[in-house]
């Protein structure tokens, strides 16, 4: 059931005063000279930035083969929540480690803190060689980690923002450094179409980490690319199924019409994106669509005009990461630290992005071979 718009905004409101992160007013670093330079690790303009991540990548990102083939027969566990990414994410990883002579086995209900506490405990039980988690409700697997540890489970985590420590042996695959750097990677594509100097830029975000992580890159961004622009967060609770997107966004831009961007992540919410700038009286063309992570509905938005840019996140190539990094840790190999491919994604990009048979970004279109030659399999 909808939750009703005026109970929404209610609760919308007081989030905008309390739980947003508005820029530039309130935010400790305004009026401190900008640096001029990097919106992102590496140096240099918004331009060259946006330039430089716009080509469709070729390589898996890793390159160091296996120091000894893997042995046959382990079992590695992947919690779900259910959601399309994660079910999308398990597949991935199940063809994975079937390529290694592997079994993947998939826990269900890991979508709230208790059902995830519950998946990860069920899945320590079982002893498998390794363990697969989303870093959504990391911070409430305390106990589970700890008896992981002490029954000697590796556990890889991808969009973690936390360090490794003891069982959880990488955190590294759309990790901190990473999910921020997207953002960074978007206020500098913002900075360099901004038809004025002033972007205004409403953020729908699940309130989660890893889109968190990629709010808060996008705005360090703005800081130094344009000190005049201002965001301001709005969060959906994960917990709360009535709290739609379409809602949020719609009572986002009612309280703020001077709003000149839309920016979604996980880029999935922003299914319901130009219905939300209709229904908040926008003027045509007034709002551009940007986010994180370019779902199957984003890519055709894209392509027809109603989006203008979303930072590419190859869930299929995801899954064979982790499997590659399960397989070294495994193996007794450091995990590799690398990023992963990805190009931000336009109405001129997404032609050249690589997507499998239902139309799920990839990055690469021969990634399942890249990893079958680093682990000398066919």
Not at 144 to 152: D, E, H, R
Not at 252 to 257: D, I, K, T, Y
Request: hydrophobic share 50%; with cysteine.
């Amino acid at each position: 059931m909808r939750k009703p718009l005026l109970a929404l905004a209610l609760a919308a409101s007081a989030s905008l005063l309390l739980a947003s992160c508005a820029m530039p007013a309130d935010d400790p670093n305004f009026g401190k000279p900008s640096s001029g330079a990097s919106g992102a690790a590496g140096g240099g303009t918004a331009d060259e930035m946006v330039a430089a991540a716009t080509a469709a990548p070729t390589s898996i990102g890793v390159d160091a083969p296996l120091a000894a083939a893997p042995t046959p027969g382990a079992v590695i566990i992947g919690l779900s929540d259910g959601t399309e990414s994660s079910t999308l994410l398990n597949a991935s990883m199940s063809a994975a480690a079937e390529a290694l002579g592997w079994t993947f086995e998939v826990i269900e209900g890991a979508d709230t803190i208790e059902g995830a506490t519950a998946a990860f405990d069920e899945a320590v039980a079982k002893a498998p060689a390794g363990i697969h988690i989303n870093g959504a409700f990391v911070d409430y697997l305390t106990d589970g980690l700890a008896a992981a540890t002490a029954a000697g489970i590796p556990v890889v985590c991808t969009e973690c923002m936390v360090d490794p420590l003891d069982a959880l042996k990488d955190t590294s695959i759309v990790g901190r450094t990473e999910v921020e750097d997207w953002g960074r990677l978007m206020g500098a594509f913002v900075q360099m179409n901004n038809a004025n100097q002033d972007a205004v830029i409403e953020m729908v975000a699940l309130g989660t980490p890893a889109p968190t992580q990629f709010d808060q890159g996008l705005q360090a961004a703005m800081m130094d690319y344009c000190e005049p622009c201002s965001t301001n967060e709005n969060f959906l609770d994960p917990l709360d199924p009535t709290m739609l997107p379409l809602d949020v966004a719609t009572l986002a831009l009612q309280l703020n019409p001077t709003a000149t961007w839309l920016s979604y992540a996980p880029g999935s919410l922003s299914v319901d994106a130009q219905e939300a700038i209709t229904a908040a009286a926008m003027p045509d063309a007034a709002v551009k669509v940007i986010g994180m992570g370019a779902s199957p509905v984003n890519l055709a938005a894209l392509q027809d005009g109603t989006a203008a840019a979303f930072t590419g996140y190859p869930i299929p190539l995801v899954g064979w990461r982790v499997i590659d990094q399960l397989a070294r840790i495994i193996g007794g190999e450091e995990p590799v630290i690398a990023p992963l491919p990805t190009q931000l994604l336009t109405a001129e990009s997404v032609a050249s992005a690589a997507v499998d048979a239902d139309g799920n970004y990839i990055a690469v279109a021969d990634f399942e071979a890249q990893f079958k030659a680093l682990w000398g399999v066919k």
